[in-house]
Antibody
Framework: EVQLVESGGGLVQPGGSLRLSCVGS????????MHWVRQVPGKGLAWVSH????????PYADSVKGRFTISRDNAKNTLFLQMNSLQAEDTAVYYCTRDRGRPDSFDLWGQGTVVTVTS | EVVLTQSPGTLSLSPGERATLSCRAS???????LAWYQQKPGKAPRLLIF???SRATGIPDRFSGSGSGTDFTLTISGLEPEDSAVYYC?????????????FGQGTKVEIK
């Protein structure tokens, strides 16, 4: 089965860190561009970051630039999001997604992992 | 940065009716990579339309997309109860040697 499975979410205090993981299976992971998208509860979707196949291009949304780092391990079919200096505004469901092109739209989504930043 | 504005905010229609959802870009898009997604409560979004008018795998033909430039439309012909969801449009734009992706704020479709 073609799927993405996220993990690593949880409860963290402001200023803290979390590392999200996303494992892809059922497809050849390495060539695909990958993204993280987040959704504040009750709100819309917001693109967070992208990484190309070899990890050489990693743009970020302005809201997370300098605090979040996206990376990938193609040998383990895994995408990561290192989140530092977390703020309450980072509370959201974080989705791992696959880009169907270079770039294009997001044709495969994980189930999401919840990050809650609270004191 | 491209801003996508969706309208209406909420659409309330009966089964069998046609839903017309609009997505307007703040500047003309030099590409046609406008996508539409469907999201049901508690679920991840699902790709419906890519390239402004191409249906993704497994999407019923009652869903269709059209448009170019700054104005795009998602049409759902013959609404089914399971079409009750929030629909988002999405685009990307290039800046420097990279890209960034933008979503509209969503249109909620309610089935009476």
């Amino acid at each position: 089965e073609v799927q993405l499975v996220e993990s690593g979410g949880g409860l963290v205090q402001p200023g803290g860190s979390l590392r999200l993981s996303c494992v892809g299976s059922g497809f050849t992971f390495a060539p695909f561009w990958m993204h993280w998208v987040r959704q504040v509860p009750g709100k819309g979707l917001a693109w967070v970051s992208h990484i190309n196949g070899d990890g050489s291009n990693t743009p970020y949304a302005d809201s997370v630039k300098g605090r979040f780092t996206i990376s990938r391990d193609n040998a383990k079919n895994t995408l990561f999001l290192q989140m530092n200096s977390l703020q309450a505004e980072d509370t959201a469901v974080y989705y791992c997604t696959r880009d169907r092109g270079r770039p294009d739209s997001f044709d495969l989504w994980g189930q999401g992992t919840v990050v809650t930043v609270t004191s | 940065e491209v801003v996508l504005t969706q309208s209406p905010g909420t659409l309330s229609l009966s089964p069998g009716e046609r839903a017309t959802l609009s997505c307007r870009a703040s500047q003309s898009l030099g590409n046609t990579y406008l996508a539409w997604y469907q999201q049901k409560p508690g679920k991840a979004p699902r790709l419906l339309i890519f390239g402004a008018s191409s249906r993704a795998t497994g999407i019923p033909d009652r869903f269709s997309g059209s448009g170019s430039g700054t104005d795009f439309t998602l049409t759902i012909s013959g609404l089914e109860p399971e079409d009750s969801a929030v629909y988002y449009c999405q685009q990307y734009d290039e800046y420097g040697s990279s890209h960034r992706w933008t979503f509209g704020q969503g249109t909620k479709v309610e089935i009476k």
